[in-house]
C-alpha cells in the first residue's frame, strides 16, 4: 500500500497524484504502534546489558551481576552510576535495536501474508490466534513486573488491545467465512 498525494510541483500535470512509498509496507499504522510499544521494554533491556557489558567488562554483568536498576537516573545495583559516555551508547544502540525490532517484525509480516496468500484463510486465522495469544501472554509478562505500579501499563495495555483485536479479527473471519459459506 502507497501513500499518494495530488501536486502542482513543476513538470507534474496539474492534478496528478505522486506516490511515496510507505517506509513499513507490512506493518499498517496499528501494527507499527504495537511493535514500537511492546517491543520498548525487551530492547531497553537488552541495551542496558550491553552498556554494562561495555563500560564495565563482561565479568562484572555475567557474574557479579551488576545491572542498572533505575534506567532514567542510570543508577546500578552497586550504587553508582553509569558514565555519560555509558548513557550516550545506550541510547544510541536503544535506537538501532528498536529500528531492528520494528524492521524484523516488518520482514516477518512480509513472509506471514506470502504463507497466507498461498495456503488460505484458515491459516491467516490460525497466524492471527497465535499473535494474538502471544500478545496477550506478554501482555500479562508485562503486567507482573515489580517495578510497574500501575493496574495497566501503557505498554501492557497497548499489547493486550494488540491481542483482542487480533483474537476478534480471527473468530470474525471464522464466523463470516462460515455464513458466506451456508447461503
Known amino acids: 500500500m502507497e501513500f499518494s498525494a495530488r501536486t502542482s510541483r513543476p513538470g507534474y500535470a496539474p492534478g496528478s497524484r505522486v506516490v511515496i512509498p510507505r517506509p513499513l509496507p507490512h506493518l499498517g499504522p496499528g501494527a507499527f504502534v504495537v511493535t514500537a510499544l511492546v517491543s520498548a521494554p525487551f530492547v531497553a533491556d537488552l541495551t542496558d546489558a550491553?552498556?554494562?557489558?561495555?563500560?564495565?567488562?563482561?565479568?562484572?554483568?555475567?557474574?557479579?551481576?551488576?545491572?542498572?536498576?533505575?534506567?532514567?537516573?542510570?543508577?546500578?545495583?552497586?550504587?553508582?552510576?553509569?558514565?555519560?559516555?555509558?548513557?550516550?551508547?545506550?541510547?544510541?544502540?536503544?535506537?538501532?535495536?528498536?529500528?531492528a525490532a520494528i524492521g524484523a517484525t516488518d520482514f516477518c509480516s512480509m513472509l506471514i501474508q506470502r504463507i497466507i496468500r498461498r495456503n488460505g484463510r484458515w491459516v491467516e486465522v490460525a497466524f492471527r490466534l497465535l499473535g494474538g495469544t502471544a500478545l496477550l501472554a506478554v501482555a500479562g509478562y508485562l503486567n507482573r513486573q515489580a517495578h510497574w505500579r500501575l493496574v495497566l501499563h501503557p505498554i501492557s495495555l497497548a499489547a493486550l488491545i494488540g491481542g483482542a483485536v487480533l483474537i476478534w479479527k480471527s473468530l470474525a473471519s471464522i464466523f463470516r467465512g462460515s455464513i458466506n459459506i451456508h447461503t
Do not use: E
Not at 554494562?52 to 554483568?61: K, L, Q, T
Not at 542498572?68 to 542510570?74: G, P, S, T, Y
Open 50 to 99: 550491553f552498556a554494562i557489558i561495555v563500560a564495565y567488562g563482561p565479568h562484572a554483568y555475567f557474574h557479579d551481576g551488576l545491572h542498572i536498576v533505575n534506567w532514567k537516573h542510570n543508577l546500578l545495583s552497586n550504587g553508582g552510576y553509569l558514565s555519560p559516555m555509558g548513557h550516550l551508547l545506550k541510547v544510541c544502540c536503544t535506537l538501532v535495536l528498536w529500528g
